[in-house]
Every structure is written in C-alpha cells, then in structure tokens.
C-alpha cells in the first residue's frame, strides 16, 4: 500500500512553519504550497513536527508475560507517545540471548508494523551474568542487533565486563549497562536516605549505582569500547559521566522521565506504582539530572517502560514488582521538566528523544528531520495541549503509570511510520 | 478523632496523652470482678497476623474483648493468608464481613497503609516490617508515666539494632511528640544512614552507651537478631554484648530512679544480662501487662469512644 501525504504548516524545530510532501514512505518535497494532488492533508498549523522519537530503553514484554504487555500493545503505546523506534529491552522469558529469540521478537515488531521494534541482545546467558551469550549471532541475525543489555541485572563481574566492551567492537556494538553493584543492593526497596530511614524501607543506596559507572567508564576508556549507561539517577554519575565525557571516552547515557519529575517523596504512602529500579532519588538528584540532559553530559531520553500485571503493583511495597509505564507520557513530561523552564528547546528535545538515540542504536532510517529522500518517520505535536493522565485511557495493557490524575503539557497528534500514519487526531490507527 | 493508627506520626500530643490516660482507667477497671466493658459489643475486630507473634496476638486478642467485641483471627498459620491469597483479596473478605477494625501485623514495611486504602473500617498498625508498631510505643510511654510519673522531660535512651527496629521508629516519634529527650545508641552500621538529619527536635545519636547512661532516665534494650551478625552488621555477639549490652556493670552506672525497658522477646547474654533484666529495675512484665489497657484505649478511641 503506498499513500501520499501533505502535512501543512508544521513548524520545524527552531525554525518557521513549512509544508511536507510524503509519498512512498519517505519525504518528497519540504516548502510552500507544495502540489497536493493526490495527497490527503493534514492541517498541522500551530503544531510542532519532530522527527520520530526513538527509545533505547522498553520492556516489551513478549515472550512470556503477554497478560501484562506485548509487542503490538507496547509498539501501539510508542506510537501514540510519537515514537517510530523502540529498542526492546532483553529480559522476557526467555531471555533475548539468541539468534532465535532476538528474530522472534523483531518478527513480532514489523507484524504489528506501528513501530520499529528493534531487539537488544542479552550480554550473558540467561541474564545470569556467568557466560557471555552469543553476541555475534545476534548482530549478525535478521534483528541486526547492535545494543546488548542485561537490564533488570547489572553486569557485576569486571571481567565479564571487560570482554563484553571488548567483543562487540568487531561489529560496532554497545555494552547498556544497568548500573547496580548487587552486594550494595541486597533487598534494597527506595533510595537510601532521610526518607527510607523514616519509612523503615531497606536502603538503594547512590554509591551502588555511581560506583559501577565508575568502574566501567574506566573499562571503556582502557579498551577503547562503546558503554552505554541505562537509566542515570544521581547527581554522583552525573559527575562521573562528565568527567568520562572530558576524557573523550566514548560513553553514553540515559535519563528517564521519571527520574526528572518525580522524588522520593512519593513512596511516603507505600504505593508500589513509584517503585522503580534504580529507585526514584531526591529532589538535587532530579536537578543535578535536567541540568545533565540540558547540556548533554546525559545524551539522551530513555523511557524505561517496564508494564505489570496488576496484581504485581496492587500488593505491598516490597513485594511489588519495581518499574512504571513511560511511552505514552515521555514527550509530557520531557515538556514539563526541561521545555517549561527553559532548559531545553525543541530542536534540543529533538536531539535527546529522536536524533541521538538513533544514532547511538545505529537505526539509520530514524532521527532525521524531514527533508527529500529521507524516510518518513515523523511525529507532530500539539505544543499547547494539556492532558490529564487517565491510567484506563493509556494503550498499554497495564496499568501502572506514576502520573495519573497529574495535567501534562502537549499532545502527539500524529505519527508517521515510513510514510504511513500509525497515529492520527491523537488515536491510533489500528 | 483518628481513624487509622497507621503510625506513631499519626498522634499529636494530646491524642497521645489521651490514649494514655484512657489506658490508665482502662487498667482500672482489670482490677475488678467483671473484667469485660460493654463498650464495643456487636463491633467485629480483626486480628490479622501475617508474621508469628504470640504476644502481640494475644494482647489485641485480650483488648477486644474485654471492650466486648466480637473478635476474629486470622494467623498465617492454617488459614487462606498461607495459601498465597492477596493483601488485596484479603481485604476484600475482610471488607465483606463488615470488619469494623483490623489490627495489622505484617513482615513488609507500609502493608497497614495499602490495607487502609482497601477497607473502610479502622487500620491499627500491630507492627511493620522495620517501620513501627505504634501501640508498643504507647504501651512503653504509659509503663514510664507509670513508673516515673510522667514523660515529657525524660531523657530515653534506645539501645542497638535502631536500623531494623519498628519499635525504636514508634518510639523516637512518640516520645518525642511528647516531649521526652531520644538518644538513639548503637554501632553505626545500625543507625541509618542520613538518619541524623530526619531526627526531630529533641533526638540525637550516640555511639558511645557508657557515655550515654549515667544521664538516662530511661534505657530500652532492642532484639538483636543473630543473623545481623552473619550479615556483618557486627563482628560477634560477644563484642556486640560488650559494646551495646546491658549488664550488671553498666546497669551501675544508671542513675538510682532510672529503669531498664525491653520490648521483648529478649535475648538474655546479649543486649541484656539475666540480672539486668531480673532486676528491680526491669519493666519487661510490667509492659506486658500495660499492653492490654494500651491497646483497649486505642480500640476505643478509633472506632468512636471519645477520648
Ligand atoms: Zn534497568
């Protein structure tokens, strides 16, 4: 099926409002008053058009907890939140640590055909961070599979880590490290600190976190490797990062909405849905981070969307599983936290959520503002929307969203796939 | 009026003080023929108890009905709690039976709280995980006002594992809220880090007991478990007992009025020596026996007597 599309009017990062021509999946022509015979248009005056968010961090879920998200659901929340590309996260059952799982799993992704689904690859068998898994039968499966992740567990032996920074180079991959020294971590339930010595909640302290990230940006200079840091969470590895940064190591990182918004002043009332893994921090946490995404210490936007059944969140606090939705809200509260007070702007947004990510996951046809010849992976947003978040409303098959009730400024209004809309009027289209 | 006693934050000073007072006629009244009061017949009081406490159980157990209520237990043991049914389930049983009260105890911090978002009856806290147990507070509070005549003015000192203990979390609150001075007193490894910045007014931390003890009027001596140990929170028990324990040598060095607190269950040879803990000073059965009366008064004042 090939269309035609005339979005007119959008407004284009920093600059004024321009009209785009898409046919045949990629972008023909960017102007005024382009011919639009044969196009349906789209009236996207006073909208904002970004080029198609991209996530390097979602839990999909599929295979083995399909009761609390799956590939079609979690790729229909991407869309509606404006991205084009999600990276899936390894830690289904089973594992993503083959050949087989990876292509299962990118099978599933083009099938429900609403985003790119791009497989990360597990560093170790079974995520048990004993024995590498086959990294190089992963890169070079249908998935292409660039990033490899043992997320949800760090990779704590240093020499394990060494040879995993080491072994993808030879097809320029990228170690993700969830950065958390488990001894520092034994039954940890919130960030260490006034709050969890008030609650009588076993500590996550910061220094279990700073100290792997220590660790292995050293690592990643000693071997000349690509690290990447998952879901960055104290002011600590903000400085450690920029000190990485200054010695021309190549190091990348992630922020989560989350971690920009929320404090650990929300697990007060023991509701499960604000715990998180690392765990929501304190409020110069949330500041020493915004002031790293604003000037790129902290390179990207990483959702981190991990969906749970609801009898994992509807229980006590220890017992719940940690971990919140964040596709359908990341650009919300990306707005909220760093647009708003001016520590970012929309070209700055388009960069962390979309131009960076992609580069980093090597995703070529992603994070690209529209210009001829270039695929259409595009999202339009409504800048002077505000939403209240309705956990009923959201696509995911779970529920566990930290934000509802809460008003969030701006709106995806549309979503463009390789030149076909996956969200329209700010609905799916299927 | 509270509806929950959810924790030892949730009393102001004059509830607190009425509570005790309540306990104080309370008490009173066990000393007569008739021990039960008509005050809660046709309520339903819940025990629910997901963690073995035989004491404790049988304090709320006494307190309900003695105040002539109709009292249910649930105990992990041989009901559907052990079968893996949900907090949540639970409490949706517990909601169908027309619970008027739950006394809660439970092994995860915060569970008192996801119940009291569940049922519309009363949420009494019988103990946390390591966050607290508000009535063994008051129970301690009533047992120094008994002793010592009042509590505002006293200096407590509350000894050992502060880290994982919901006893000295209820009690740092509720002391303080009533205007006793707080020393907690341990080895650093359990005291919380960053604790000394969350302590209110008129609490402070101190490494150091022999340096604490002769300006005590108070000392209460928390369980020190053995598995602390293995996780290094200490080198042994027997340093441990010598650092931290209460014995004879030390008990000497507490002013002559001052008495000798323990939640218990004890454990003799370490944090306190038998003849501490035998002695005069000790009000170990004492605050057994004040439970009860304690834990009436908070029945009472949550599901509609007045203080
Ligand atoms: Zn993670």
Redesign the pocket.
């Known amino acids: 099926m090939t269309s035609t599309w005339l979005i007119r009017g959008a407004r284009m990062p920093g600059g004024g409002p321009t009209d785009i021509l898409i046919r045949d999946g990629v972008t023909v022509e960017v102007g005024t008053v382009l011919d639009s015979r044969g196009a349906t248009v789209i009236d996207a005056d006073g909208l904002i058009v970004l080029p198609g968010l991209v996530d390097l961090?979602t839990h999909l879920r599929e295979p083995g907890r399909e009761d609390a998200e799956t590939v079609e659901t979690g790729s229909r929340a991407a869309a509606l939140g404006g991205y084009t590309a999600v990276c899936a996260m390894a830690n289904t059952d089973p594992v993503a640590d083959t050949a087989g799982v990876v292509e299962q799993v990118w099978r599933l992704g083009r099938d429900a055909g609403l985003v790119d689904v791009q497989p990360i690859g597990a560093v170790t068998v079974g995520l048990r961070g004993e024995q590498l898994a086959e990294l190089g039968a992963m890169a070079t499966s249908a998935a292409r599979v660039r990033i490899f992740s043992d997320?949800?567990h760090c990779v704590a032996d240093p020499r394990l880590m060494r040879r995993a920074l080491e072994y993808v180079k030879a097809f320029d991959g990228v170690i993700a490290q969830?950065a958390e020294e488990p001894r520092l971590t034994v039954g940890a339930q919130m960030h260490e600190g006034e709050v969890s010595a008030r609650l009588g909640l076993t500590g996550w302290p910061a220094v279990a976190e700073e100290a792997i990230i220590a660790r292995d940006v050293l690592l990643a200079g000693h071997v000349d490797s690509r690290l990447h840091i998952?879901?960055v969470s104290t002011a600590g590895s903000v400085e450690i990062l920029r000190w990485a940064k200054s010695k021309g190591w190549r190091v990348t990182a992630e922020v989560t909405p989350h971690h920009l918004l929320l404090t650990e002043e929300y697990v007060t009332g023991y509701d499960p849905v604000f715990k998180v893994?690392?765990p929501l921090r304190t409020a110069a946490d949330v500041a020493a981070l915004r002031q790293a995404l604003a000037e790129g210490v902290i390179d990207v936007v990483a959702t981190?969307h991990a969906p749970h059944a609801v009898e994992d969140k509807e229980c006590e606090w220890a017992y719940a599983r940690p971990g919140m939705l964040g596709l359908q809200t990341a650009l919300s509260v990306v707005v909220k936290t760093m647009v708003e007070p001016g520590l970012l702007d929309w070209d700055g947004v388009a960069d962390r959520m979309s131009r960076i990510p992609a580069r980093i996951a090597g995703l070529t046809d992603h994070g690209h503002d529209p210009a001829p010849g270039v695929p259409a992976n595009l999202t339009l947003v409504d800048p002077t929307a505000r939403v209240r978040v309705d956990p009923s409303q959201l696509a995911s098959l779970s529920r566990n969203t930290p934000y509802a009730g809460m008003d969030l400024p701006c709106q995806v209004v549309a979503t463009f796939l390789r030149g076909e809309p996956t969200v329209l009027d700010g609905k799916a289209v299927r | 009026m509270i509806k929950h006693l959810l924790s030892a934050d949730d009393l102001d000073r004059d509830t607190a003080i009425g509570i005790l007072d309540i306990a104080e006629r309370m008490a009173a009244t066990a000393g007569r023929e008739i021990k039960k009061l008509p005050t809660l017949r046709g309520r339903t009081v819940v025990n629910l108890f997901y963690e073995d406490s035989t004491r404790t159980r049988i304090s709320f157990e006494a307190a309900a009905k003695r105040l002539s209520a109709d009292v249910i237990t649930f105990s992990a043991k041989g009901s559907s709690v052990s079968k893996g049914e949900s907090l949540k389930d639970t409490a949706l049983t517990l909601q169908a039976m027309g619970a008027d009260a739950v006394a809660i105890r439970h092994p995860a911090a915060g569970a008192p709280h996801r119940l009291a978002g569940w049922i519309s009856g009363s949420v009494l806290n019988a103990g946390d995980g390591t966050h607290e147990h508000p009535t063994q507070a008051l129970l301690d509070a009533y047992t120094m006002r008994s002793r010592l005549g009042h509590v505002e003015g006293l200096r407590v000192a509350i000894v050992g594992d502060v880290l994982h203990s919901r006893v000295a979390r209820s009690n740092l609150s509720l002391l303080t809220t009533l205007g006793a001075e707080v020393i907690l007193v341990g080895p650093p490894t359990l005291l919380p880090v960053g604790f000394e910045k969350a302590l209110p007014p008129g609490a402070s931390i101190s490494y150091d007991l022999d340096a604490v003890l002769p300006k005590c009027d108070v000392v209460m001596m928390l369980r020190v478990q053995r598995e602390r140990m293995i996780d290094s929170y200490f080198p042994s028990e027997r340093e441990y007992s010598r650092r931290y324990g209460l014995d004879r040598r030390r008990m000497a060095l507490l002013p002559e009025h001052a008495i000798v607190m323990h939640p218990g269950p004890m454990n003799r040879g370490i944090e306190i020596s038998s003849q501490v803990a035998d002695s005069a000073r000790s009000t170990v059965v004492e605050q057994v026996a004040n439970g009860v009366s304690v834990r009436m008064a908070v029945l009472y004042l949550l599901l509609g007597g007045n203080a």
């Open positions: 961090h997320d949800g969830h998952c879901h893994n690392p981190d």
